[in-house]
């Protein structure tokens, strides 16, 4: 559970910001409210790590401009259409940002550093593969069947990332325990 935590606190840190927009609104805040203080907290969030002098990844500088951007525009337009097709651009942008090779080396956990780097930068491109993916069935569900919209949007994003980080976690772990037994083997 120790490595699990390690791997996921990086990417819950550069989430910050959406993943309270989206926990305020299941809690039943109303969206505007829900935006206002995703938008302050994304913005104290990186102010907080720039007067710490620590290092702000590509996708949490992503994940703020998303939510300052859209929700700047979703507090401006009140337009249903465009809030059920706003995750498709932020799925589009950030399946292109998930394009830079490497990009998830730095959620390796330190027992699997030079051990799991190959996998890592190639999940990094399922990653991005997910997330477009995604950005068109969400285009598809709002445009075609948007009465299905609020189902889809509870189901499939968070599901099929969940799918995925558990798979990609089992396998680097695999891989992992295999080349450490391997090695004590030989050393045998």
Do not use: C
């Not at 990186?46 to 710490?52: A, D, K, P, R």
Request: overall charge positive; charged content about 10%.
């Amino acid at each position: 559970m120790k490595t699990f935590a390690h791997a996921i606190r990086p990417l819950a840190n550069d989430l910050f910001s959406s993943l309270l927009f989206a926990g305020l609104l299941a809690a039943g805040v109303d969206a505007q409210t829900a935006t206002l203080i995703a938008m302050g907290v994304g913005l104290a969030h990186v102010w907080l790590w720039l007067m710490l002098r620590k290092p702000i990844a590509p996708l949490q500088w992503a994940s703020l401009g998303l939510v300052l951007v859209f929700g700047t525009a979703s507090l401006f337009l009140h337009d249903p259409r465009f809030l059920m097709a706003k995750p498709t651009v932020i799925y589009l942008i950030l399946a292109v940002v998930m394009l830079k090779r490497g990009w998830m080396l730095r959620y390796l956990p330190p027992i699997a550093v030079g051990r799991g780097e190959g996998l890592m930068v190639a999940y990094g491109y399922a990653w991005a593969g997910l997330m477009a993916l995604t950005a068109a069935a969400n285009l598809a569900i709002a445009i075609l069947a948007p009465v299905y919209w609020p189902l889809f949007k509870a189901v499939w994003p968070i599901g099929s990332k969940l799918m995925l980080f558990a798979a990609q976690y089992a396998r680097i772990r695999a891989r992992t325990i295999r080349q450490i037994r391997a090695g004590l083997a030989t050393a045998a």
